[in-house]
């Protein structure tokens, strides 16, 4: 991470928020931590940019999973590891099913950086793929405009399955050249 990571932290312990914000520094992050501890706080905080939100997964007015939910109503394509001092295999579960990335016990945040690297990565992939996808589709799409390709003498070497529809003719009766196809485009202008 070489950037500055901007941190949503739903956390209501002051002292687990350092302890968190340490594990950063420790491994040289250069982090930005806005610290929420209500539904409402973090809703606000959600209208503003971050990288990951890292969540408790108990809070005495809030909780992780409801933290979660309000994010992915919200569309959010950010990382979402959720922390917990007690959580069990069942609620880890449930909570990576529901959409978080990873969770973590608090007494073991020495895999914290690497889990929020990893999750970071995986939605950068995600992105990758679907640019990917979005740009093959456009790409498929324009293949089925008309086109022509021709030789240096301007004969046609091959042109798309849709020409003849778009040009109004038969595919046999399409002219072989681009000089073709400038004198039956002038005869069409001259006698219509």
């Known amino acids: 991470m070489k950037r500055q990571l901007r941190v ?3 956390e209501d312990d002051p002292l687990d928020a350092d302890l968190m914000s340490r594990v950063f520094k420790e491994a040289g992050c250069d982090v930005a931590w806005t610290r929420v501890e209500t539904e409402a706080g973090y809703l606000a905080a959600l209208a503003s940019a971050h990288d990951v939100v890292i969540a408790d997964y ?3 007015q809030f909780s992780g999973l409801r933290a979660l939910e309000l994010q992915k109503q919200r569309d959010a394509d950010i990382p979402f590891i959720l922390v917990s001092g007690t959580i069990g295999e069942e609620k880890a579960a449930e909570a990576m099913r529901l959409g978080a990335h990873d969770y973590l016990l608090k007494d073991r945040l020495g895999r914290l950086v690497r889990a929020v690297a990893d999750a970071l990565d995986r939605v950068a992939d995600r992105k ?3 640019d990917i996808e979005a740009g093959l589709r ?8 008309a086109h022509v390709i021709t030789g ?3 004969a046609f070497e091959a042109w ?3 020409l003849p529809q778009l040009a109004g003719v038969e595919a046999d009766r399409l002219p072989r ?16």
Do not use: Y
Request: aromatic share 6%.
């Open 8 to 10: 949503l932290h739903v």
């Open 58 to 60: 108990t809070l005495p």
């Open 128 to 130: 990758a793929k679907a």
């Open 138 to 145: 456009r790409a498929q799409a324009m293949a089925k405009l």
């Open 152 to 154: 240096p003498n301007g």
């Open 160 to 162: 798309s399955e849709t």
């Open 177 to 192: 050249s681009t000089r073709a196809w400038s004198i039956c485009r002038f005869a069409e202008i001259r006698d219509p």
